[in-house]
């Protein structure tokens, strides 16, 4: 029985990497020794973030650019994107004197859209989402005569983010597995015909968000729906690739869904213990390993930190919210007689237990309990968890009520 016939193959994959070679950076693949403890299996982290424009869009922008004719190089290109296609366009666009406009979803990260700006483009916002954008991108490429770069089903542009994986196999041959970030599939098709032409006995797994799972759906042929908000905008796709959805049923042996929670554990695992900055879409893949321990122990996991373009605000939320599920920081309301002293023997309490003040708030309008009393809302800094309940100990052998 012959292999079925995909949009690409290693060979295209090869030229790929010989047409963008000395263009793009060829990221390291490294083990992780701290992140390999949590996970309970080797942790080989692929730095795609490290990219100049912090994601491994880079590859399949520049791949498609370069095989362009004189003419349509003249004539300009069009993309839509959620950000990261937008910036790798945009760039090597601009390098190439290729004049680019993006359309990108109103919803796009103000630095994705600030980026994208600055490489030189001309960028439309327009749109709920990307399918939105892709009608406006046709429109606008019609109206326009411009070419058409698709972010994801295109075989230059798959053939293009493949060549990540003849990287991660060079540089971590022994790997067993690798855990790949899908959106519309670009990534982890190109991904997955190289590997596999590799290394046939290597397992490759998707990962989507649980409010995102349109390829998984494609796939397995569920009907979860496709709606929401997610740390993960850059995979946030309703509509998977035609030609990359055969190659992720016939090369992938599971897609996995993760939801916001892990994704938001995973940005901050991977920023504290590796120091290094990925957005939810990228933190996908690693968040998906933790949460599948039983299924990945004990084994050599390559897993694609695929970007690093996440907006500053977004990422402070997250710390903040990593930091008070992990009990390091926690909010109190302590019902207090509203006198002179008592806010000084609070504090003078926390303080002995060790704990950090952050924030101190009171709250008077209480009308089901005596005009005497005020509710004193606190935000305070603990060691972790155990911590964090040893101050609470302390104010509630003070004869402190706590409400929180």
């Known amino acids: 029985m012959s292999a079925p016939a995909f949009a690409i193959t290693i060979d295209d994959v090869r030229a790929a990497a010989s047409a963008i070679e000395g263009a793009v950076e060829r990221t390291p693949t490294r083990l992780s ?6 996970a309970g299996c080797e942790v ?3 730095f795609e973030n490290l990219q100049f424009t912090a994601s491994f869009k880079d590859r399949g922008a520049l791949n498609k650019l370069k095989s ?3 003419e349509e190089r ?6 839509m994107s959620a950000g990261n296609h937008a910036q790798g366009v945009a760039y090597h666009a601009g390098r190439l004197g290729v004049p680019a406009t993006i359309v990108m979803p109103q919803f796009t990260p103000f630095s994705k859209v600030k980026h994208t700006k600055g490489f030189g483009a001309r960028v439309v916002l327009d749109g709920a989402t990307l399918s939105d954008s892709f009608a406006r991108a046709q429109k606008i490429a019609a109206e326009e005569n411009l070419v058409f770069l698709h972010p994801y089903d295109d075989p230059k542009v798959i053939a293009g983010q493949g060549t990540a994986a003849l990287e991660m196999l060079a540089d971590a041959p022994g790997l067993d597995a690798l855990v790949v970030p899908i959106g519309g599939g670009g990534l982890i098709s190109g991904i997955s015909v190289a590997a596999k032409a590799l290394k046939p006995t290597i397992d490759i797994y998707g990962v989507q968000t649980r409010v995102y799972p349109s390829m998984y759906n494609a796939v397995k042929g569920a009907d979860f729906p496709c709606s929401g908000q997610t740390m993960a905008e850059g995979i946030a796709v309703k509509q998977p690739g035609a030609l990359t959805t055969p190659i992720i049923r016939g090369l992938v042996k599971d897609i996995l869904l993760v939801g916001e929670s892990d994704i938001e554990y995973a940005i901050a695992a991977l920023l504290e213990i590796e120091k290094t900055l990925v957005e939810g879409a990228a933190a996908a893949a690693y968040a998906a390993v933790v949460a599948n321990r039983d299924l990945f122990a004990g084994r050599k996991i390559g897993v694609v930190l695929s970007g690093g373009n996440i907006d500053m605000r977004l990422l402070s939320n997250v710390i903040v919210r990593e930091l008070s599920r992990q009990g390091r920081i926690m909010s109190l309301v302590i019902e207090i007689v509203d006198m002179p002293g008592i806010l000084a023997r609070v504090s003078t309490l926390i303080g002995e237990a060790g704990g950090n003040i952050l924030e101190v708030s009171h ?6 309990t005596s005009a005497k009393l005020a509710d ?5 800094e603990a060691r972790d968890a155990g911590h964090a309940a040893d101050i609470r100990k302390a104010l509630e052998a003070a004869g402190f009520k706590l409400k929180a």
Do not use: F, Q, Y
């Open 363 to 368: 709250n008077r309008m209480i009308t089901d």
């Open 376 to 380: 004193l809302g606190m935000t305070v």
């Open 68 to 70: 362009l004719t004189e």
């Open 33 to 38: 020794r701290t992140l390999s403890e949590i």
């Open 44 to 46: 080989w982290l692929k």
């Open 74 to 79: 003249k004539r300009g290109v069009i993309a």
